[in-house]
């Protein structure tokens, strides 16, 4: 009797899981197909909002280029944030080429120096009303965590975290104090949805910005501001086209990279409509997978494998080679195209 009941126990929980397990999928897989259907055409925002002004950080390349011409093309007057580079100068010209009748304004500064973008950013904007905010900048760092310098890794969560919350709390807070309707957007990726050794920074401060996002929506919504976070997949930007970085991942997640300029309309489509939207096979399947798999074992097979990885080996190699000297690969970008 004992064993009878003790089957019947077994079955209904695994039913019970496996109905868990269905319902989690098919909630998931219902909202991205209403996004995709529904919400794959993008928004006016300058009508949405009755907004004149965009700030958009990471601006001289890749999404952040794509996102300041999209909004530029829907006749809003562009705040480009980005660091001083040859490479910005040129879309910036670009752009004001492009569109002559509108205006845009130039913020060369740099995200990782709490010292100088605030300041920055704020003389150039103070006397502006903007209302629609891209969270854009950001890079990766390769290499093992514990040999690269903490100052490099104190700048790069300075530029991929920290100054999003500064920009947020600054014109998130102007929008509340003003009356005015807006919305903030921040680029994650989907690499926030796993662990990702040798670009533990990476990972970490991308997993940051979703939470980040969700928390704040539930605060600013009822107030007239959005707040979307963005998962991309990988995306074909100048961060893949250094294809002599020598790590496998990488390189393995490149095969699979869109163009940044067909993101604009599917991030605009989503703004006020959901919070996270996740773009892409990658960021959908690995979304998908955390959904089966608990993070936590993800986490415990991740470490326990990990040593057998191609970049494991070499970077640690590379690690021993330099007798205790630095030895990770610093990837760079004023733009967050360099997700994967």
Not at 48 to 64: F, P, Q
């Amino acid at each position: 009797m004992y064993a009878g009941c003790s089957t019947r126990l077994g079955v209904g929980l695994l039913l019970a899981l496996a109905a868990v397990l269905g319902f989690n999928w098919a909630t998931y897989l219902a909202h991205q197909l209403f996004l995709d259907v529904f919400c794959v055409y993008g928004q006016d925002l300058k009508k949405k909002y009755g907004a004149e002004w965009a700030v958009v950080t990471g601006a001289s390349s890749g999404i952040g280029r794509a996102l300041a011409f999209a909004c530029a093309q829907q006749g809003l007057n562009v705040v480009l944030v980005a660091l001083p580079d040859p490479t910005f100068n040129a879309t910036f010209a670009e752009i004001k080429k492009a569109y002559p009748k509108l205006k845009f304004k130039k913020v060369a500064t740099d995200l990782s120096d709490p010292e100088a973008y605030m300041f920055d950013v704020r003389q150039v904007t103070d006397r502006l009303d903007v209302q629609v905010v891209f969270n854009n900048a950001g890079y990766i760092k390769w290499g093992f965590f514990l040999n690269t310098t903490l100052v490099s890794q104190l700048a790069n969560l300075e530029c991929n975290t920290t100054s999003a919350v500064c920009l947020t709390h600054h014109f998130a807070g102007e929008m509340l104090r003003k009356g005015l309707r807006g919305c903030v957007v921040f680029t994650s990726s989907a690499a926030a949805a796993i662990p990702s050794p040798f670009s533990v920074l990476y990972a970490s401060t991308k997993s940051f910005l979703s939470a980040f996002g969700a928390s704040l929506a539930a605060e600013v919504k009822s107030k007239g501001i959005d707040v979307l976070v963005v998962h991309p997949s990988p995306v074909a930007t100048r961060f893949y086209n250094a294809a002599d970085t020598g790590t496998s991942m990488l390189d393995f997640f490149a095969k699979f990279a869109v163009t940044a300029e067909s993101l604009p309309r599917l991030i605009f489509g989503a703004v006020g409509r959901t919070v996270w939207r996740d773009l892409g096979l990658t960021a959908i399947g690995f979304r998908l997978m955390t959904k089966f798999l608990d993070y936590n074992f993800l986490a415990v097979m991740t470490a326990s494998t990990a040593h057998t990885m191609k970049d494991f080996r070499e970077l640690d190699a590379a690690a021993q080679a330099e007798s205790g000297g630095e030895s990770d690969e610093e990837i760079d970008s004023d733009d967050e195209s360099s997700e994967y």
